[in-house]
């Protein structure tokens, strides 16, 4: 009994010292291997940069969370309404009056542009038209409540701008020099070139506002820059209907502004052709400059992505 107890425990310590053996060479062997993950993880983050170039390239960029029920007790908000109409109503008379003596004093619509701008920019910001409220809408800069109450009040404003210059006209009677300007009628073959040059310059408008707000903190260089903007598109737009085409100039590029020029038809064969003329206006005038306006701001984001600009 007494031989046969070492050899018991003989077995069990060779037993255990190769049982301990091979775990030491496991963990030899894993430590190259732990090397590969690193390579791997690398290409992973190489991916997920690339991805997120266009991160947040459609999220919320207003600060507030806006809604029906919230945006009717700020204060602020109907000081910034009372802005658009005031500013909007100043932008639609000056383009009355220049409407009036043309394209001459381009220069000193621009000068005054910039001023209006100035004094209603801590209001709203100063969208003025509603090409530019469309695209900040689309591009999540203002609530869709903001967005479209603001597009009213721009319209009253070009209406109270149209009262006024209304009211001057009745009262000089037949010693007027001049009518109240009117958009002229859509000739045969017109419609895409005038629908062209309304979107081309919305996107100039667009493009330039969206830059614009870039310098928001320096109001007269947003106003600068917005008026410039205005100036480029009005400038093409003149010289592609005058000088290439040898019609009157008929763009508007400002929705608000164009619906106080007789844009509608007030007559015509029957019921349809007057609907029809409706729709072509409220197309030309209104609907695809304001995709254009959408067009100029998305390029402008786009822009800045590639650039990698905040």
């Known amino acids: 009994m007494a031989t046969k107890k070492p050899k018991t425990s003989a077995k069990t310590t060779t037993t255990k010292s190769k049982t301990t053996k091979p775990k030491t060479a496991a963990k030899t062997v894993k430590k190259p291997v732990s090397e590969a993950p690193k390579k791997v993880v690398e290409k992973k983050e190489i991916v997920e940069e690339k991805k997120s170039l266009f991160k947040g ?3 919320k960029k207003y600060e507030e969370n806006e809604g ?3 945006v009717f007790k700020n204060p602020k908000f109907y000081g910034a309404l009372i802005g658009e109409v005031i500013g909007t109503a100043l932008v639609t008379l000056m383009l ?3 409407s009036l003596l043309g ?11 910039i001023a209006v701008y100035v004094a209603v920019y801590a209001f709203s910001g100063a969208c003025l038209n509603p090409i530019v409220t469309a695209g900040m ?3 999540r800069r203002l609530s869709v409540i903001r967005g479209v109450m603001y597009i009213i009040a721009e319209i009253v404003g070009a209406w109270l701008a149209w009262l006024i210059f209304n009211s001057f006209h009745l009262a000089a009677g037949d010693a007027a020099y001049y009518d109240i300007p009117v958009m002229s009628a859509i000739g045969e073959g017109q419609f895409w070139i005038l629908a062209m040059i309304e979107i081309l310059g919305a996107v100039i408008i667009g493009f330039f506002f969206a830059r614009a707000l870039k310098y928001k903190r320096s109001a007269f260089t947003f106003a600068a820059v917005t008026a410039g903007g205005l100036a480029l598109a009005a400038t093409i737009g003149f010289v592609v209907s005058v000088a290439f085409f040898s019609f009157q100039s008929n763009f508007i ?5 164009a619906l106080m ?4 038809p007030t007559a015509g064969e029957g019921f349809g052709e007057i609907i029809g003329g409706i729709m072509q206006a409220l197309s030309l005038y209104a609907i695809l400059p304001m995709i254009g306006g959408v067009a100029g701001f998305y390029l402008s984001d786009f822009n800045s992505k590639l650039v990698g600009e905040e």
Not at 103 to 113: E, P, R
Not at 261 to 264: A, G, Q, S
């Open 68 to 70: 029906i029920l919230t």
């Open 103 to 113: 394209m001459t004093n381009l220069a000193t619509s621009v000068i005054v542009m």
């Open 57 to 59: 390239f459609f999220a």
């Open 261 to 264: 020029l007789n844009i509608f």
């Open 96 to 98: 009355f009056c220049f």
């Open 253 to 257: 590029m400002n929705p608000a502004a």
């Open 137 to 139: 809408m689309a591009t």
